[in-house]
């Protein structure tokens, strides 16, 4: 388990992460989320002990990550995937690790065997893809075994099947009981990934939820329909107190009415449907809407149409 209170990291007088208060839990698959400039990294940052917070604390397992006796087997983590000497071979990287930590020797062939490193275990970094170090930094932070994880952007250069592997890794950990806190810009991989999300905006919290209960809360549900009398149901639809935009092709677009309520309304009038479905709005659209006041660069609305 993660736990901040109060949280305050200030550069003279900006704060980059301002009286954050949290709890990650264990078994699940956290989203960390939040615009260009919102904190991410500065939390995680206090999180492990680099940045020394102005006020509040953060522990992991009860502890400041700095008061661990063997921290590499508690939290594993994954920052700055290149952050290796481009001179050793990825096992010379990982073994320097276990030793340094106390950890046996055999646990470097594990781990490269479980990112798919194996074959390559002889190879110097310095000539890895962008994909390779990502693999080898999620191999390092398993090495200890920990119960929390920690990755920022971990798909960052995979390809699809890479991408895919680092979903179900995530899964499989947070199966097994582990904390997992997951950084990322991938709303579209949050959304498969993650059971809670954390989200953040100008280093200040603006919710901790499920993504279900996020997306519920933050979007309004759509109803599509197409019908060859369009211009005769949008305006049933209307007078019944339904927003109504029309689409090509007969397509209606009706938001303020449920589902069962247009296909109710369409059989009392006698109007044939060849489509009816509801759309709920995605965690990117969701996120977009919630965060719209955080983001740091913002392009005015239109500005690119």
């Known amino acids: 388990m993660i736990e901040a209170r109060g949280l305050t990291k200030k550069y003279g007088a900006v704060p980059a992460v301002n009286d954050l208060s949290f709890t990650i839990r264990s078994g699940l698959v956290t989203g960390f989320l939040g615009p260009n400039g919102a904190g991410k990294t ?8 680099l940045i020394r917070p102005t006020s509040g604390t953060v522990t992991v397992n009860g502890k400041r990550y700095l008061d661990l006796p063997a921290p590499m087997r508690e939290v594993g983590t994954l ?9 050793r071979t990825a096992y010379q990287h990982l073994l320097c690790l276990a030793l340094s930590n106390g950890i046996a020797r055999n646990r470097v062939q594990e781990v490269l065997g479980v990112v798919g490193l194996d074959k390559v275990a002889g190879r110097r ?14 191999a390092a932070a398993l090495m200890g075994d920990p119960g929390i994880l920690m990755f920022d952007e971990p798909v960052n250069g995979l390809d699809p ?13 947070a199966n097994e009981g582990r904390t997992v806190l997951v950084s990322s810009h991938l709303m579209s991989e949050m959304a498969l990934t993650a059971d809670d999300l954390l989200v953040i905006g100008r280093g200040e ?25 369009a211009e005769t149901f949008a305006r049933r ?4 107190g339904a927003s109504v935009t029309p689409g090509p092709g007969g397509m209606l677009e009706v938001s303020g009415m449920y589902c069962e309520a247009v296909g109710k309304l369409a059989a009392t009038h006698g109007v044939v449907l060849y489509e009816l479905t509801t759309r709920q709005a995605s965690l990117e659209e ?16 239109g500005a690119l149409r």
């Open 161 to 173: 099947e890479g991408i895919l592997w680092v979903r179900n890794l995530m899964r499989d950990l």
């Open 286 to 301: 969701a996120f977009m809407k919630l965060t719209r006041d955080s983001v740091e660069f913002g392009v005015p609305e």
């Open 42 to 49: 500065t939390t995680m940052s206090m999180i492990l002990g």
């Open 205 to 229: 919290l603006i919710a901790q939820t499920s993504v279900a209960d996020f997306v519920r809360a933050n979007s309004q549900k759509v109803v599509f329909l197409r019908t060859p009398n």
């Open 237 to 240: 639809l209307t007078e019944a």
């Open 125 to 138: 970094v310095g000539k890895f893809s962008l994909g390779m170090f990502q693999r080898l930094g999620i």
């Open 79 to 87: 920052i700055d995937a290149r952050a290796v000497h481009g001179g």
